[in-house]
């Protein structure tokens, strides 16, 4: 049974990826086409957020992108079917900010609970899924993922007691009270549409996550999921956070013999497709290591 099956809210969480913005970090690459469509490794960038959303057990997903890049998205994963899941598509004109998608996404929601991933943010662990499992299973409230690293400069960084008790959380602090960064994955409940709304804008002109994780953590309705040392977050919004990505991806699928975030698989294992539609599916890029692949999990269950 899905994650998303078991919480205890009856009705299922919806599921919306990110995939807007301009890349102007990975410029010129980006300006044929949207960085979520750029490669990691072996698979485009999208899969890996949609791998996330698909682990949750969430089959009903938004995907938010520019009008220029919408098409292209559409022509890659069409409505979802191939996957056992249904993919609607929504566009964001300009970069408004992460807390905008929930505005954006607000009729899709409709009132019900949502996790959103961002569009380059790759997560990885032996125990996520079971951490995915677990966080789905909120009513109230946002959950968040906090991740150690070097830099939190760069990031949201959350300030906690020893008992994981959420203290505060401030957007690229010039000195940061913690080292733990919240990573680019959010479950809310109802609320979030309409507190997005009540946000004002930053000095950027954007709404801010940070902002809408604030207003939860003064309701006392902040949760925070720690990932262990076992786990991996990747953010690709660099050339050389890509190539670290692809080389973590590589070296795992490699020493293995299994994919990371492989949309197929995880569809295949959870029920949503049978083999003989795992195996059409391989077909179509039969000439191909990832085909094989497919193949190969095909032949498991002969």
């Known amino acids: 049974m899905d994650c998303a099956e078991i919480a205890t809210n009856s009705r299922p969480l919806k599921g919306i990826v990110l995939a807007g913005g301009r890349g102007t970090r990975l410029m010129p690459a980006t300006l044929p086409i949207s960085k979520q469509l750029l490669p990691v ?8 957020p949609l791998s996330t959303l698909m682990l949750t057990g969430i089959r009903d997903i ?27 598509y929504a566009v964001q004109d300009q970069p408004l900010g992460l807390a905008h998608a929930f505005i954006v996404a607000e009729d899709f929601i409709d009132g019900q609970r949502s996790a959103l991933v961002l569009g380059d943010n790759i997560h990885y662990g032996a125990n996520f899924s079971s951490m995915l499992c677990k966080a789905s299973e909120f009513e ?37 009270k913690s080292n733990y960064a919240v990573t680019g994955l959010y479950f809310v409940d109802e609320q979030a549409p309409r507190m997005a709304r009540e946000l004002k804008p930053s000095q950027r002109g954007e709404l801010e996550i940070c902002d809408l994780q604030n207003w939860y953590l003064r309701q006392n309705a902040l949760t925070m999921k720690v990932m262990d040392r ?42 949503w497709i049978s083999r003989s539609e795992l195996i059409a599916l391989a077909k179509e890029i039969w000439n191909s290591p990832y085909g094989e692949y497919l193949n190969n999990v095909a032949s498991e269950f002969a």
């Open 230 to 271: 076992g786990s991996a977050w990747l953010d690709t919004g660099t050339y050389d956070s890509m190539m670290d990505s692809a080389l973590f991806v590589q070296t795992l699928e490699r020493r293995q013999g299994i994919k990371i975030a492989c949309p197929e698989e995880i569809a295949f294992r959870k029920g």
């Open 41 to 48: 490794y072996d698979k485009p960038m999208i899969y890996y």
């Open 140 to 176: 109230k409230g946002m959950v968040i993922f906090a991740y150690r690293v070097s830099d939190p400069q760069r990031y949201g960084v959350i300030e906690f007691t020893d008992n994981f008790e959420i203290l505060s959380i401030e957007e690229k602090p010039m000195r940061p």
């Open 62 to 88: 938004l995907l938010i992108a520019t009008p220029e890049d919408l098409p292209r998205f559409k022509r890659l994963l069409g409505e979802g079917q191939q996957w056992g899941i249904r993919i609607q």
